[in-house]
């Protein structure tokens, strides 16, 4: 309360007349948190999804997008981790944590669902465990980006996992390497 009190230039008093009491002076500061970093990753999720037909989607580079807004983030401490960590106990804190979760696993799983759609990625794909899959990453990097002297441990994972995201592209399909064979085989001949 005394660095609020120093930041804000308001009395305790004042504070606890405007948001009530420490507990709701958190939550507020956790939604705005969320209100000044979620737009950030909002826009590329959209910027993906708003791609013409004719456009690659690209969902590895969509998916590396929000992993360069992640680790500057994870510099200011992820907030959202740390209030499930430290607060785990608390369903108000909860709820807003499993809001944030959740609506970062609904916008990777929309861009993977249309890249799977699109043919960019292999149709056996699982759009929603994966999604699953990089939500979690993307928490495990805000705590390792915040916390890991080693800037480059982040950076190699996040690599990492746009490789594994890469590697869910559909292989050549037969009718494809048919076609490869027969153009081949004309080429021998000439």
Do not use: C
């Amino acid at each position: 309360m005394s660095d609020l009190v120093a930041a804000t230039g308001m009395n305790r008093a004042g504070l606890y007349a405007a948001f009530g009491s420490k507990h709701q002076l958190y939550i507020t500061a956790l939604g705005r948190y969320r209100e000044d970093t979620e737009p950030e990753l909002r826009s590329i999720t959209h910027r993906a999804l708003d791609r013409k037909e004719s456009e690659r989607l690209d969902a590895p580079r969509a998916v590396a997008d929000l992993l360069d807004v992640v680790a500057r983030h994870s510099k200011e401490g992820g907030f959202v981790v740390r209030a499930a960590v430290e607060l785990a106990d608390d369903p108000a804190t909860m709820r807003r944590v499993q809001e944030a979760w959740t609506e970062l696993e609904r916008d990777l799983a929309a861009i993977l669902a249309r890249a799977v759609e699109r043919g960019e990625m292999d149709a056996e794909t699982d759009h929603e465990q994966l999604a699953r899959t990089v939500l979690v990453f993307i928490q495990g990097a805000l705590v390792l980006g915040h916390a890991d002297e080693d800037e480059h441990r982040l950076a190699d994972a996040a690599a990492g996992l746009v490789a594994l995201l890469a590697a869910y592209r559909p292989s050549a399909t037969a009718d494809e390497i048919r076609s490869q064979a027969a153009d081949d085989a004309l080429l021998n001949e000439s």
